[in-house]
Structure formats: C-alpha cells, structure tokens
C-alpha cells in the first residue's frame, strides 16, 4: 500500500513534486511509481493498510490531497 501526494503526467514533473516536498518535509521517503499512464508520487508505503491510513490521518493538515493506493495485485 501507498500514501500517494500527487499523479504527474510526466516523470520530469514527478520528480519536481518530490524535489519541493523533500525540501518541505525532511522525513519523508519519497517514490515515483508508474500508475496507468501517469507517475504517482508515494511518501509513505507499507504491507499493512492501517499503517497507511493512520498516516494519512496523522499528516492531514500538512498534506492535504493524500490518499492510500493499493496495488490491484494485492486488493
């Protein structure tokens, strides 16, 4: 599972969108996935959904627009 902060149309924006929260947030763990024929930008992942979601809650003042994907292989 993966808390997503934004899809890009393409990688160069993607990796803008990391670079200007690595800068904002020093402790997130960014990563670019391919999402259909976007990219996803993740700042959190885990095997565990509820890890996922209790951190979209503890980060939903920062970061407004998150939500959990989960891949359709482990739906």
């Not at 599972?1 to 993607?14: F, I, K, L, P, W």
């Not at 929260?21 to 999402?35: H, M, Q, R």
Request: proline share 1%; aromatic share 14%.
């Amino acid at each position: 599972h993966y808390v997503v902060a934004g899809t890009y149309s393409n990688m160069a924006n993607a990796e803008r969108a990391v670079s200007l929260l690595a800068k904002k947030y020093d402790d997130l763990d960014c990563k670019i996935f391919e999402l259909g024929k976007m990219y996803a930008v993740a700042v959190f992942g885990s095997k565990n959904y509820d890890d996922c979601n209790a951190f979209v809650q503890k980060h939903r003042q920062e970061l407004k627009e998150v939500w959990v994907f989960t891949p359709k292989k482990f739906r």
